[in-house]
């Protein structure tokens, strides 16, 4: 039998300040005892070890066999001995023997210091994965620490993540102690601890931008029903309101842009586009190409692609430079857009088809079809260009 108020204090100590469980160091503790055991005996099948929770009183015991003669110390008990502990006792009756040596007393305290120390530094290590892990696919504020090779040590307060250079924004540079927001892409056990994995170019980065800047967005009355993006260049989001009252672009902008403001500035002036969602492909593709003006578009639901007609003077506004204004909403739209100037139409001979397709087009209106929107080669994108 120990008694060990220092264990005790030492244990509470523990739970409050490194957020492990008493019972799970006593559970360590005993874990321990029983190691000592087949250490001192060299078999541990027949121990059993009780430990006061209140207290850290504990008591090990072997279950010993009475037998006439002993042939086997650690597991059988003579008859004699048995009966000098209990006179019940009777041949083939379990005994259970506290062990008192104190040789094994120090070989248990050594264990018990070790095995308790090793578990403090696994629980240390399962908590701060837990504590990360519950932040996967968020965003969380960072320090810079240093660069390690072309990837970028930041610390998060508990943890340095790791920012790899394909995660990188492309021109971004950072400077030690410079605050950035980054996205969790994973988080990952090891034995030296949670290895943490952060993005500044995922998609997902912007969308978690906008739920803590936009209160609309992240109550839910506005949601981001997609998003494209090419990180440090620019980004199209497309927004939804559940709320009829709601103007879900406004919101996202805010009085005088500072909600949309706030977002472009922390990435460093990436150019960011917010449309409005509309379950009708064609009028989503038209509003995706904004701020290119639109004459019509046919949206084929089935392929999956359009084709789309804009003024000769806004086919390169529609296009974009290199391309990327039409490959982003083709991204955000999940379809193939085909881009015609009115001329290029007319000259291909299928400018006035327009008309007669849209009566096989479930999303086209007859007061006015798509030609009033407010928002520019013949050049076919997708999703993939």
């Not at 066999?65 to 209990?86: G, Y």
Request: aromatic fraction near 6%.
């Amino acid at each position: 039998m120990a008694k060990n108020n220092e264990l005790l204090e030492a244990l509470n100590i523990l739970e409050q300040e490194k957020n492990i469980s008493k019972e799970t160091l006593l559970e360590a503790i005993e874990n321990s005892l029983i190691t000592a055991c087949k250490n001192h005996f060299g078999k541990s099948e027949n121990v059993k070890v009780n430990i006061d929770p209140e207290t850290c009183e504990y008591h090990v015991f072997q279950e010993k066999k009475v037998v006439e003669k002993v042939e086997d110390p650690v597991e059988e008990i003579s008859l004699v001995n048995a009966k000098m502990i209990d006179s019940k006792y009777e041949l083939d009756d379990i005994v259970n023997v506290e062990v008192k040596s104190k040789e094994f007393g120090r070989i248990a305290t050594q264990n018990a210091k070790n095995v308790i120390l090793q578990k403090i530094r696994e629980e240390e290590r399962k908590v701060l994965f837990d504590e990360y892990y519950s932040k996967e696919k968020d965003i969380v504020t960072g320090i810079v620490q240093r660069y390690v090779g072309k990837n970028v040590s930041i610390n998060l307060g508990k943890v340095d993540a790791i920012l790899t250079e394909n995660e990188q924004v492309k021109g971004e540079v950072f400077q030690p102690t410079e605050r950035i927001k980054v996205y969790i892409l994973e988080v990952k056990s090891t034995s030296k601890g949670p290895r943490v994995l952060v993005s500044r170019t995922h998609p997902e980065l912007v969308k978690r931008l906008f739920e803590s800047e936009v209160a609309e967005v992240k109550d839910g009355t506005v949601e981001i029903k997609a998003i494209a993006r090419e990180a440090g260049s620019r980004t199209k989001i497309a927004v939804w309101s559940n709320d009829p009252d709601v103007d879900p672009v406004g919101a996202c902008v805010g009085m005088n842009g500072a909600r949309v403001n706030a977002i472009v500035n922390e990435l460093r002036g990436e150019k960011i586009d917010i449309i409005t969602w509309n379950e009708n492909p064609a009028m989503l593709i038209e509003n995706a190409l904004s701020p290119a003006k639109v004459i019509s578009v046919i949206a084929d639901a089935e392929e999956k692609a359009a084709k789309v007609v804009v003024p000769d003077y806004q086919l390169s506004l529609a296009i974009g430079k290199e391309g990327q204004n039409a490959r982003l909403a083709a991204r955000l739209t999940g379809f193939k857009i085909d881009i015609k100037s009115e001329t290029q139409a007319r000259e291909a001979g299928d400018f006035f088809d327009y008309e007669n397709e849209y009566e096989d087009d479930e999303y086209y209106e007859e007061d006015g079809g798509y030609n009033d929107a407010d928002y520019q080669d013949d050049t076919e994108y997708s999703e993939e260009n």
